[in-house]
């Protein structure tokens, strides 16, 4: 079988002997695999995103078909369709340093990048019908990661405003969550082509952050100077500081991202007094979180945004393509065609 390896900062395509699964393991036929900004981070070892040695499998989340169970899985049978955990060892319940530890295609464990990947039964979740194995693909990262922002992890209430920075996977998926619960939206970008998509999935109001200088002060003029209720801030570093501008008094800042590996800067805390902010770390969600996260989807019958699907000979290409920022939404790898 196929699977992919990293080497000096390249994704390298080998061949290796079929995994058999252990006893409480499950083999799966890889039908689909999503990018998020972490694997471009991974494969080109940038920041504390750098591996320790070359050889590891990439790409976090995946979905495909169980073609093997073993002898003491009794919660999955062979033809179920499942999708990878982005931190397979946090299940249920609070957070801890250990439950973090093994998340795929990171320092911690190999990736789903090949054509059959055996997980132990906990670790993957099954599919509903009305999602394809791409549309399942494409939550366990960027997905749960915006359901905990949202949902899990936040005082949003129906008709409060939320400030939704960029159009990438996690983001698009914030500002679903948003809308879903009747939240007001506003989606800043660096293209209108893309904030004209936004528009079409609901946005309220829509800020160009690269054309217009003063888009702080648009969203206080959005917002009649008071500021938003929330903000899913995916940017990260100093970006922190424009952010406390946008917020109201009270109002919480999920802290999610680092784009192209940034996780520093300087802020002002005066500001996070002033305001009462509440600024919450995230970091991706549980087992729990993602079922939830699901039944939601499936009541709403809410799909990810799909941007483009690239095959999976084109790995590299698509992963260089997720760190250009050119998408809207998810990149797919399918392994069907
Ligand atoms: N904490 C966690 O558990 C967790 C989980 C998942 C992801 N993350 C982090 O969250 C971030 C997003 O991940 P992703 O996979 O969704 O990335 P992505 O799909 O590659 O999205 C990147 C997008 O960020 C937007 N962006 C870049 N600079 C911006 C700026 N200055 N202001 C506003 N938007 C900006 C751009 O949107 P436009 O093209 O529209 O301008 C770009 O397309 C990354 O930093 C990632 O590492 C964290």
Redesign the pocket.
Known sequence: MKTYQIHNAKVTLIEQPMPECAADQVLVKMHALA????D??VVNGITRWKLAEDGRVPVADGAGEVIAVGLLVTDLKVGDRVSSL?VPNWQDGEMTADKLQGSPGGPGADGVAAEYRVFKHSAVIKIPDYLSYQEAAALP??GV?AW?AMVESSQLKPGNTVLI?????????AMQFALMMGCEVIV????DA??AMAKELGAHHLIN??TNSEWVESVLEITGGEGVHHIAE???GS?LNLSLRCIRSGGTIA???????ICEGTVDTAEIMYKAVNIK?????SKAMHSRMLKAMQTHQMKPVMHKVFDFSQLGEAIDY??S???????GITLES
């Open positions: 990018l998020n900004h972490r471009y981070l982005i990262c960027a990661t905990n920075l960029g159009t990438g996977g996690v983001s698009l998926f800043s970008s660096s293209s893309k904030l952050y690269a995916v940017v990260g970006h802290q999610i991202g680092a784009i192209q590996g770390g995230i970091e991706v969600g997720q760190g920022g050119s998408h809207f939404g998810k990149i």
